[in-house]
C-alpha cells in the first residue's frame, strides 16, 4: 500500500477521536473529492429516510463537523449533532454557528431515555468499538415508535463494480488522500474498515439484535453505501426464553 502502514481496525476510543481530530480541518473537502461527487445524493436519501416534522427531535450521532446534521435543521427538525472529537465539533461550530453541538460518546449518550423522536448516524457506526452496544444506546435515546437511520459504507450489489470498487478503495483512495488530507493514515483505516464491514443483510441483523424492528434497507450508488431503516418497537422485545431444564436421566 505505497509505503503507508496498515491500519489497525481495533482503535481505542481515544485513538479514533484523536485521528478525527487530526483531519478536522480538511475533513469536509477530503470526503467530497473521496466521495466522488456522491454526498450530496446521500445526505439527501438521509434526510428524506427521517423525514422529520417541523419541530422533531433528531440527534445526528457521529456527526462531526455536522455536514450531516445541516440539511436536518433545513428541514424543520431540532437537531442536535453529537460527536466525540472536540476538533470535528469546533470546526463544525465555526462551520454552522446554528447548531447546537454536544460532545458525547455513541456508547454513553449524554441524553435522556426516549429523548428523541428520530436518531441518525451518518458513517459513523463503522468507527464505534461496539456497533451493537451503539445501536442499543441509540434505542435507549429514541421514543418508542421513534425512527432509526443509518447511513454507512457497504458492499456494491453487481460483482463487476464491487471488484472495481475494492480496488478503488485500496488502492486509489489511499494514494489521493495522500496528497489532499494531512493525515493519510486515517484513509487507509477508511479504506480497510469499509472492506471489513458487515454486508447489508448482516447490519440488518445487528441492528435486530440491538432491539429495533421493522429493518429494511436502500442501496445508493449501486450499494456502495447503504441506508438501513428501522423502527423502535413500543415495547421492548421479550427476553429469550431459559433453555429448558435438562431432562433427568
Ligand atoms: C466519518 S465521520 C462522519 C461525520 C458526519 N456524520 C458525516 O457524515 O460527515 C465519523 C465521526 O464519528 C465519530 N465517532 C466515532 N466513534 C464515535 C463514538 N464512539 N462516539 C461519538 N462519535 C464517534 C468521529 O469522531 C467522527 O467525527
Redesign the pocket.
Known sequence: MDNVPAADLARR?DE??AM?DDVADR??LT?DVLALGQTRLWRRAVVNAVDPLPGDRVL??????G??SSPLARRGARVIP????LG?LSVGARRDPSLAFVA????RLPFADDAFDSVT????LR???DPVA?LTEMRRVTRPGGRLVV?EFSHPTWAPMRTVYTEYLMRSLPSVARRLASEPEAYVYLAESIRAWPDQPALSGLIRTAGWSSVAWLNLTGGIVALHRAINPASSPPAPAPAPAPAPA
Open positions: 476510543p479514533v477521536a478525527f475533513y469536509d470526503n445526528d450521532l457521529a456527526a462531526g463537523t455536514t450531516s453529537c460527536d466525540f472529537s470535528m458525547g460518546d455513541a456508547l448516524i451518518s458513517f459513523g468507527n464505534t468499538l451503539a447511513c
